[in-house]
């Protein structure tokens, strides 16, 4: 079954509000982001690419997460060893460079193991941006930001 976004993606919304969102309007959809990063740690899925033209707006202001093109299940891809030291299934991914410059995490550009909290570091990008209108790391340049990214230069 398809739904409309009427309301577009969040991108469009945050320039609508001349690139800041009311206080009351980021807390009911990052409520709901918080919401669906949780399901989606509880399925063990990263969707690897979150970022505000990847979440819909439906006519009530309902966040839809879209592109799952990128996404995976943690386990999918595990190095040699498959549990760690406790047994616990090893949850993270090595060496996979996907997303969207702005929002991804330090695990990505390095190209270090990655886990479920890649997805945590672009919702804290994208709630930045819903409270700011721009993005914590930006430059004009793909290495400069991954350089600010890498050291946490805001």
Known sequence: MFENATNGDLDKLIKKCKSRLPEHVV???FAQLINYNEYMQKQGVMHRDLKPLNIMLDKNYNV??????????????LDEEEDDAEGAPNMLRRGTFVGTVNYQSPEV???DEQGLP???????????????GHVPFKGSVAPTVYKDIKNRNI
């Open 64 to 77: 839809k997460v879209i592109d799952f093109g990128d996404a995976r299940k943690v386990n999918e891809e």
């Open 118 to 132: 890649i997805d945590t570091w672009a919702l804290g990008n994208i709630l930045f941006k819903m409270l700011t």
């Open 109 to 111: 550009i390095n190209e």
């Open 27 to 29: 807390k009911l959809l």
